[in-house]
């Protein structure tokens, strides 16, 4: 199978992105690899702190080791790790990429301990995928009232952006470019930098790839016009979130007696899987 560094450098030359999507369970990584398998891509699984308190971090690694060793190009990543140890629990555990979740800390703290894991991951021996976050985007895959505050003046610039990457030696630059976690209940999320994405990937080094963090509620055209100027990889929780819970809601209302749990969990996978099929289908539309 390929590493996840060979099929990034490829959606990075070919200016597709890799679909990155988290879960909580089992049911949830069954759905998201079969609409991979249906698009013909290869897809990342995310566990972020809850998500990995909840499936447990090693059986997360064997659903991807199981699902790898039937052929599937499926890769596991710790997502927003918020702190060395946690990283480095998931680098001992198998994981292709963790990421070192230092937004909430100063420049220089979060260049640290980035740093750490960094050091890490390649002394693992393995080639595991490290990536920092810079800037502030709000902090959970949930329905939102309104755009966090702190988010407008807190968007990553493109001279920290290229000192980070430096000093760090992270592999992958998860930056503040106008994307926020979460959905808005009201309407579609605020529009997406891309003037900044452009200027922050031409100061970067070729070897260093983009994610974009809160993909849900973002438009088509905007998703297109961010991958087209240099984003890699995106990130989708809260619309699977949400499909998965009105799946399996709309199908006890149908059916109020029902207790077998494949009678109405399999509503909302296969609610996450059509979520997850038509974001993959946009990934690598040209
Ligand atoms: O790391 C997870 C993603 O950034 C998810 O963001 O819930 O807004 O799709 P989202
Ligand atoms: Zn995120």
């Known amino acids: 199978m390929r590493s996840l560094k060979e099929v990034l450098s490829i959606a990075k030359t070919s200016k597709v992105a890799i679909g990155h999507f988290n879960i909580s369970d089992s ?53 927003h790790g918020h702190s060395v140890t946690d990283c480095k629990d998931a680098i001992d555990a198998g994981f292709d990429s963790v990421m070192f979740d230092g937004s909430k800390l100063s420049f220089k703290e979060n260049i640290n301990k980035t740093k750490e894991v960094v050091e890490y991951a390649r002394a693992s021996g393995r080639e595991v995928l490290v990536e920092g976050e810079l800037g502030y985007i709000g902090s959970s895959s ?12 807190a968007m990553t610039t493109v001279e920290q952006a290229r000192e980070f990457v430096e000093t760090t030696g992270v592999d992958i630059l998860a930056p503040s470019v106008g994307n926020i976690h979460g959905m808005l209940k009201s309407s579609g999320n605020p529009k997406l930098d891309i003037e900044r994405i ?89």
């Open 27 to 79: 049911t949830q990584f069954n759905a998201i690899v079969s609409a991979a398998n249906e698009v013909d891509v290869p897809v990342l699984i995310g566990v972020s702190e809850g998500e990995k308190k909840f499936i447990g971090i090693q059986n997360a690694a064997a659903l991807v080791r199981t699902a790898v060793d039937s052929g599937q190009e499926v890769y596991l990543n710790l997502d």
């Open 198 to 286: 452009t200027q922050i990937r031409d100061a970067l080094p070729d070897d260093i790839f983009m994610v974009l963090h809160g993909g849900s509620g973002i438009s088509d055209s905007n998703f297109t016009e961010s991958i087209e100027a240099g984003i890699n990889i995106v990130h989708i929780n809260t619309e699977i979130r949400r499909a998965y819970r009105e799946g399996i809601e709309s199908a006890l209302k149908n059916d109020a007696e029902q207790i077998a749990p494949y009678k109405y969990i399999n509503k909302g996978r296969d609610a996450v899987r059509a979520v997850v099929s038509a974001r993959l289908k946009l990934f690598i539309k040209k």
């Open 142 to 153: 949930k329905m939102l009232d309104a755009v966090p505050e702190e988010v407008e003046s």
